[in-house]
């Protein structure tokens, strides 16, 4: 029987008998049942920072990758066919440095982004040789082709109308550097959207795997869009494009 004074009917009060160096515990209150915010997942957003994404950017378009292929009397055709391919790497690609969970899937983040946009990147370059139109490809084009469908709002300048066409506008070196801090904004907080999945095993990397194959599809849609609607433009006619210095 428990005394007023805390010991029970032999005289030992509670806590007597822990082990030396314990103290006896208290009743979980409220906020002993409460888990503290630094107790959960950390967002992707909070280990990429915008500015990191938009570094990675400008190193993808830095520079235009030679071409595998080369013109073709049915370019549409096979670049169907070099999409899906492309599509089925990235989705792949994505997947498997997905399946890490927790806190290494989402260091995983930055790796996934690079390989994708290079398959994207090279995909452009591809479909731009199918048309024979490889010399007018540019940095501004490939920012266009990879982004067009994610930060319409960002871009949409980018690509202007002249009568009945389309004219792709080369930026200035200032003009590029806004687009690429706001570009990063939007990826950034595009990945704090998804970042969930990156705890989910199995189930989170098929979903992230499956974003990334209707996602270089879509990049694919693009650059036939552009080439669709702007006019091929003579060599002559080129002007060297101006921007940042890549790791500036």
């Not at 930060?151 to 687009?179: F, I, N, P, T, W």
């Not at 990334?212 to 002007?239: C, E, F, G, H, N």
């Amino acid at each position: 029987m428990a005394r007023r004074d805390g010991s029970d009917c032999n005289g030992d009060r509670a806590g007597d008998n822990l082990p030396s160096g314990e103290s006896p515990r208290r009743p979980a209150g409220p906020r002993a049942l409460t888990m503290s915010r630094m107790h959960l997942p950390v967002p992707a957003s909070a280990s990429v920072p915008e500015r990191e994404v938009s570094g990675l950017i400008e190193r993808v378009i830095a520079d235009v990758p030679m071409p595998r292929v080369t013109s073709a009397a049915d370019p549409a055709r096979i670049a169907d066919g070099i999409a899906h391919d492309a599509a089925r790497n990235a989705a792949l690609v994505s997947a498997a440095l997905a399946l890490p969970p927790g806190p290494i899937g989402v260091l995983t983040v930055l790796p996934d982004l690079f390989v994708i946009w290079k398959i994207q990147r090279q995909l452009v370059a591809d479909i731009f040789a199918l048309h024979g139109r490889t010399v007018e490809l540019t940095r501004t084009h490939m920012l266009y082709c990879l982004f067009r469908h994610m930060a319409s709002h960002v871009v949409r300048d980018v690509v202007v109308r002249a009568g009945e066409r389309a004219v792709v506008r080369q930026l200035s070196s200032q003009a590029l550097k806004s687009m690429l801090g706001s570009l990063g904004l939007t990826v950034t907080r595009r990945l704090a959207g998804t970042s969930a999945s990156r705890w989910v095993p199995l189930a989170g990397a098929a979903a992230v795997g499956a974003y990334a194959y209707w996602d270089t599809l879509q990049v694919a849609r693009t650059a036939r869009s552009v080439l669709a609607t702007t006019s091929p433009i003579r060599t002559d006619d080129l002007a060297p494009e101006t921007g940042p210095t890549p790791g500036a």
